[in-house]
């Protein structure tokens, strides 16, 4: 640190104008979109290939060397070898791609809901009895 420099070293500086010592925006910063039009990228992100079509292509039609079943077998064989040795990121990865990613929600045989607002109804009021009852014995 310079003699001259009033600032200790560890006292964080705005980034800039619109922004605070954390780095975080101030309130009427003119930073935005808004402020600058021009920055905005009307066109998107440039379109890349998917990995999962290609991949797909692949499997479906091979390559000149190799068929399409043979490309998948490695592909399998390397997955569950990686797997072996702790790294299932790679059969996950792979199953994800091929056979779409498994949906993260329970519903019931329908789509819908597990239980309907009757049912739903039903069991709130027996879980309020319930408490009541617990409150009651206390």
Partial sequence: MKENDTTSSNEKKPISTDHDENGDFVKGNTAGFSSHPENINKAGRPKR???TRVLNEMLESGTSERTGEEILTDLLFSAIEHAKDGNAAM???LWA???GKVA???AGH???P???DETRKRVKKLVEAADRCRDDTD
Avoid: N
Wanted: aromatic share 0%.
């Fill in 114 to 116: 597990i239980i309907d």
């Fill in 49 to 51: 290939p998917s990995l």
């Fill in 97 to 99: 791609r091929l056979d």
């Fill in 104 to 106: 993260d929600r329970i």
């Fill in 110 to 112: 329908d789509g819908g």
């Fill in 91 to 93: 059969l996950k990865e």
